[in-house]
C-alpha cells in the first residue's frame, strides 16, 4: 500500500518551459516532505523539502508547493534545463527515523 | 565531501548463489537504510538501523534475506539464495537523525 504515491511515471517538457512533477500522500499525519532528484548510475541527491507549516518552498529554479487539505505537493522547475533530466522522488518521514519514498517521475527536458 | 560508499556496484550472479553487499555509512551518521528500487515499487524501505541496532527489517524477504551492521563503519546486505526477482538496485543511505537520508550510488544485482 503505496503511503506516498507519483501517479505519473514520466514527463517530458521543453527547456525554458515550467516542468511540474506531482506527488500525493495518503496520511494527513504526515508534516514534511522532501524532493530528491536521481541521474543514472548514481544514488539519490536530496533536492528541497517542505514543512507542514509553510505552504511554498523556493530554491532558486526549485519551488515546492503543499496543499495540505488535498495532501498534495508539487515540485516546479522554471525554466526548465537539459541538465534537469533525471528521476524526481518525493519522500516523507514516517514514524521516528523512517524515509518512505513514492515511485519516481522521469523526467525529460528537450533541448 | 563525505559519501556513503556501496560495493560492489555491479553484480551478476546464477540464482541460487549467495549475494552479499556491503555498504559504508558516513562517519558520525547513526541511522543506516537499505532500500532497494525498482519500476513498479520506486524506492522500496527494506531496513534500517539507528546506532547499529536494528529498527525495522519489515520490508524484507524475511526466508532469504539479511542485515547487519558488524560494526558502525559497515552493514551488509546478503540474499541467500537469490532469485531472479532480486534483480533491481539496492541502495545505502545513512543520515543523522531526523535529518534528510544521503544516499551511496548503488548496487546493481543481476540474478540470472
Known amino acids: 500500500d503505496q503511503q506516498v504515491k507519483q501517479n505519473s511515471p514520466s514527463l517530458s517538457v521543453q527547456e525554458g518551459r515550467i516542468s511540474i512533477l506531482n506527488c500525493d500522500y495518503t496520511?494527513?499525519?504526515?508534516?514534511?516532505f522532501l524532493w530528491y532528484k536521481k541521474y543514472p548510475a548514481e544514488g539519490p541527491t536530496f533536492l528541497i523539502s517542505?514543512?507542514?507549516?509553510?505552504d511554498k518552498n523556493e530554491d532558486g529554479r526549485f519551488t515546492v508547493f503543499l496543499n495540505k487539505s488535498a495532501k498534495h505537493l508539487s515540485l516546479h522547475i522554471v525554466p526548465s534545463q537539459p541538465g534537469d533530466s533525471a528521476v524526481y522522488f518525493c519522500a516523507t518521514p514516517s514514524g521516528t527515523y523512517k524515509y518512505i519514498f513514492g515511485t519516481g517521475t522521469r523526467l525529460k527536458v528537450l533541448a | 565531501d563525505a559519501r556513503v560508499t556501496q560495493t560492489p556496484r555491479h553484480k551478476v550472479t546464477e540464482m541460487g548463489q549467495e549475494v552479499t553487499m556491503r555498504c559504508q555509512p558516513i562517519l558520525g551518521h547513526n541511522t543506516v537504510f537499505w532500500y532497494r528500487q525498482t519500476m513498479m515499487q520506486g524506492l522500496e524501505l527494506l531496513a534500517y538501523?539507528?546506532?547499529?541496532?536494528?529498527?525495522?527489517d519489515s520490508g524484507m524477504p524475511k526466508d532469504r534475506f539479511s542485515a547487519e551492521m558488524p560494526d558502525a563503519t559497515l552493514a551488509t546486505l546478503k540474499i541467500q539464495p537469490s532469485e531472479p526477482r532480486d534483480s533491481a538496485v539496492y541502495f545505502c543511505?545513512?543520515?543523522?537523525?531526523?535529518?534528510?537520508?544521503?544516499f551511496g550510488n548503488g548496487t546493481r544485482l543481476t540474478v540470472t
Open positions: 538501523f539507528r546506532n547499529r541496532a536494528p529498527l525495522d
Open positions: 543511505a545513512s543520515g543523522p537523525d531526523r535529518s534528510s537520508p544521503h
Open positions: 517542505i514543512s507542514s507549516i509553510k
Open positions: 496520511n494527513s499525519m504526515f508534516d514534511y
